[in-house]
């Protein structure tokens, strides 16, 4: 039995990996903004399990909440596993990607994941060993039209991610990488929704326009990546990158 955080835990693959990671019999710290849906999230599960309100971008907020999970995580043996998963994706063409949104981008999806690993990281090692999960994405890893904000700071998570998994590795902290093209969240049905108001065409339609930019041809669930997470919160090389496309059968599907 370990304890976990997880950002992002209010929606989409957040909330499957704490389903699964209290399923496979571990302690969960649920964190986002909104505090009803986590919990709502944490009431629904067997296991212990408790919500802290988040915002990944306030320092302050980062502070308040880890505080504030303390007193829960001490009485679990300490926090051992963080997934950073909180994000957001705005979309914007080359000569509309303004100073505002590249910085929306940054802070949620980089420095947030950035901010927990260095609260977090340390004490893992302190304590003699732990592991980190930094979910990114495709976009991580390739470049997407329309979305330049997003995909550089996916990058610089997957830049982060790589050198502190060279640094920590030695010292029993290991930190890797999920980077998964489409998946079927609120964040893609978001997507597809803003995508028919700007085209015309229908929701269904850019979904499936979605599913048939993945490789595997397929939107990805987030219960293969909750899956893919847990594997690699329990075991594996530090550095370890698994890039989810759709292909394949993988753990926690459905
Ligand atoms: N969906 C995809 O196709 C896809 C593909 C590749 C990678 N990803 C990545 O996967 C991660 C999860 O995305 P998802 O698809 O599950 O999207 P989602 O359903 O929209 O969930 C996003 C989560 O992030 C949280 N969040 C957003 N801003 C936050 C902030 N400032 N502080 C704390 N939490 C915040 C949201 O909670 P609150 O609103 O309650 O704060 C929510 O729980 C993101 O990092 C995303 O970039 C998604």
Not at 223 to 250: W, Y
């Amino acid at each position: 039995m370990t304890t976990a955080l997880v950002t992002g835990a209010s929606s989409g693959i957040g909330a499957a990996t704490a389903r699964a990671l209290s399923a496979a019999g571990h302690v969960v710290i649920a964190a986002a903004r909104r505090l009803e849906a986590l919990e709502e999230l944490c009431a629904s599960l067997d296991g212990p399990a408790l919500a802290v309100a988040m915002d990944v971008t306030d320092p302050a907020s980062v502070t308040r909440g880890l505080e504030e999970a303390r007193p829960f995580a001490e009485a679990h043996g300490g926090i051992s596993w963080l997934v950073n998963n909180a994000g957001a994706a705005e979309s914007a063409p080359v000569g509309k990607t303004d100073d505002a949104l590249t910085e929306r981008m940054l802070e949620v999806n980089f420095h947030g994941a950035r901010r927990l690993t260095e609260a977090l990281a340390p004490v893992m090692v302190e304590a003699g060993g732990g592991a980190v999960v930094n979910v990114a994405s495709s976009a991580g890893l390739h470049g997407y039209a329309y979305v330049t904000a997003y995909c550089a700071a996916k990058h610089a998570l997957v830049g982060y991610s790589r050198a502190a998994a060279a640094e920590l590795g030695e010292k029993g902290v290991r930190i890797s990488l999920v980077c998964p093209h489409y998946v079927d969240t609120p964040m893609t049905d978001a997507s597809a929704q803003r995508l028919a108001e700007k085209t015309g065409k229908s929701e269904e339609e850019l979904r499936a326009f979605f599913a048939s930019q993945n490789p595997g041809g397929r939107l990805v669930t987030a219960g293969e990546v909750a899956g893919t997470i847990l594997e690699l919160l329990s075991e594996g090389e530090s550095g370890s990158l698994v890039e989810l496309d759709g292909s394949g059968d993988l753990p926690g599907g459905e």
